[in-house]
């Protein structure tokens, strides 16, 4: 009887074992980082009016799509008042407003108010520019169910930082500069758990100045976004687009600053 219970005490021994080996396995493979490579479209109008040496306005609208060109992922508008206490230092405030597109098989918009306020300094070293921005924003992001809306609205903030480089590489103005830009952000509220990280923004491509008051920049960005559950990661291979027009009523044509315009999402 005695050896029996002792095979028995081996056996169920053995098995605890086995679960105690097989446990991290099972629990790395459930939290193992995933990462969804995604290809995108960006297009967007970005408008500055300046009113006077200090005061003026700004509007954008943006479109992204995935799959490149193929299928939504979010429009976007935004509007804001600015002061501009130099050319070189800017404070803006205002609100926007995002139309975020269902995942494939579902038909419902989610929507985001959004308002924010952010702070910029654009200076040149030399014959670059360069751009250091910040801006915090306050969002109120729809709540889904069954591809209904619920009327909920869940709130968090987000706090972003942006660098932006404009090298020219040719006194001649109809050849483009290089533009480079670096941004990251970051997110808090009840419902943001396990993603305080939000994204990180890498951009390159040329800026080119048309026509009075117009130009554009063209390019790659990779958007690294984390998603709720912590570790699974959008990669989104970008190709970008961006127009950019200036309005002044200033009696003295001020120098333009390139990267003062850089606008997004």
Same mark, same amino acid.
């Given at each position: 009887? &005695? =050896?029996? /219970? &002792?095979n028995q005490w081996a056996q169920y021994m053995k098995k605890i074992w086995l679960l105690f080996c097989l446990l991290p396995h099972c629990l790395w493979a459930q939290t193992e980082k995933t990462v969804n490579n995604q290809f995108q479209s960006w297009v967007s109008i970005n408008?500055? #009016?300046r009113f006077n040496n200090h005061w003026g $306005?700004?509007?954008d609208f943006h479109m992204k799509r995935n799959n490149f060109v193929s299928d939504p992922s979010f429009y976007f508008m935004r509007v804001g008042g600015g002061y501009w206490l130099n050319e070189n230092l800017s404070f803006i405030m205002g609100y926007g407003h995002l139309w975020l597109a269902p995942p494939p098989g579902r038909k419902t918009y989610a929507d985001e108010n959004r308002w924010y306020e952010?702070? $910029?300094y654009a200076t040149r070293v030399g014959n670059v520019s360069l751009l250091n921005r910040f801006r915090s924003e306050q969002r109120w992001r729809e709540a889904l169910r069954d591809d209904k809306s619920t009327g909920d609205f869940n709130f968090s903030n987000r706090f972003r930082y942006l660098i932006s480089v404009g090298i020219p590489v040719s006194k001649n103005p109809h050849i483009? =500069?290089?533009s480079l830009a670096n941004e990251v952000a970051v997110q808090f509220g009840k419902t943001i758990v396990n993603n305080t990280f939000d994204q #990180?923004?890498?951009f390159a491509g040329i800026r080119q100045g048309f026509g009075k008051g117009w130009s554009y920049d063209f390019g790659y960005m990779l958007? /690294? =976004? =984390?998603?709720?559950?912590? #570790?699974?990661y959008d990669a989104n291979h970008t190709i970008r687009l961006f127009f950019y027009y200036t309005w002044t009523n200033k009696k003295k044509s001020h120098k333009e600053l390139p990267a003062l315009q850089y606008e997004d999402e």
């Amino acid at each position: 009887m &005695n =050896q029996a /219970w &002792n095979n028995q005490w081996a056996q169920y021994m053995k098995k605890i074992w086995l679960l105690f080996c097989l446990l991290p396995h099972c629990l790395w493979a459930q939290t193992e980082k995933t990462v969804n490579n995604q290809f995108q479209s960006w297009v967007s109008i970005n408008s500055t #009016f300046r009113f006077n040496n200090h005061w003026g $306005a700004i509007g954008d609208f943006h479109m992204k799509r995935n799959n490149f060109v193929s299928d939504p992922s979010f429009y976007f508008m935004r509007v804001g008042g600015g002061y501009w206490l130099n050319e070189n230092l800017s404070f803006i405030m205002g609100y926007g407003h995002l139309w975020l597109a269902p995942p494939p098989g579902r038909k419902t918009y989610a929507d985001e108010n959004r308002w924010y306020e952010q702070i $910029a300094y654009a200076t040149r070293v030399g014959n670059v520019s360069l751009l250091n921005r910040f801006r915090s924003e306050q969002r109120w992001r729809e709540a889904l169910r069954d591809d209904k809306s619920t009327g909920d609205f869940n709130f968090s903030n987000r706090f972003r930082y942006l660098i932006s480089v404009g090298i020219p590489v040719s006194k001649n103005p109809h050849i483009p =500069q290089i533009s480079l830009a670096n941004e990251v952000a970051v997110q808090f509220g009840k419902t943001i758990v396990n993603n305080t990280f939000d994204q #990180f923004r890498a951009f390159a491509g040329i800026r080119q100045g048309f026509g009075k008051g117009w130009s554009y920049d063209f390019g790659y960005m990779l958007v /690294w =976004q =984390q998603k709720a559950n912590g #570790f699974e990661y959008d990669a989104n291979h970008t190709i970008r687009l961006f127009f950019y027009y200036t309005w002044t009523n200033k009696k003295k044509s001020h120098k333009e600053l390139p990267a003062l315009q850089y606008e997004d999402e």
